[in-house]
């Protein structure tokens, strides 16, 4: 029914500087919080940053003030723009969204999905 799908990963050097993106598609009637997670190898999958629908965001406290997470709501797209990349930033990056559909198997008429994308991986070399 919906789908992410990330973009903008690869292969960059310490210092260096990413943009994700991250396309909602499907039978989408809004959504609410857009975020993006990271696994690095040998770790569980860590939040990196959240954004609701009306631009609050939320970081951990390992990318403040080097990440920045953005969305566009039209278009359903989030994004995240990483600068002063390090080593341990190297991980695959995931996109989620809290996605509300239209649905008759419901007494709303409504159903809440929580989608995630395939992941898209970074590496950052020292």
């Known amino acids: 029914q919906v789908q992410l799908v990330e973009s903008g990963g690869g292969l960059v050097q310490a210092g260096g500087s990413l943009r994700l993106s991250c396309a909602a598609s499907?039978?989408?009637?809004?959504?609410?919080?857009m975020g993006w997670y990271r696994q690095a190898p040998g770790k569980q999958r860590e939040l990196v940053a959240t954004?609701?629908?009306?631009?609050?965001?939320n970081y951990a406290d390992s990318v403040k003030g080097r990440f920045t997470i953005s969305r566009d709501n039209a278009n359903n797209m989030v994004y995240l723009q990483m600068n002063s990349l390090k080593p341990e930033d190297t991980a695959v990056y995931y996109c989620?969204?809290?996605?509300?559909?239209?649905?008759?198997?419901?007494?709303?008429?409504?159903?809440?999905?929580?989608?995630w994308g395939p992941g898209t991986r970074i590496t950052v070399s020292s």
């Open positions: 499907g039978n989408i009637f809004s959504i609410n919080a």
């Open positions: 954004i609701t629908s009306g631009g609050s965001a």
């Open positions: 989620n969204a809290q996605i509300v559909v239209r649905s008759s198997a419901t007494t709303t008429g409504y159903r809440y999905l929580a989608a």
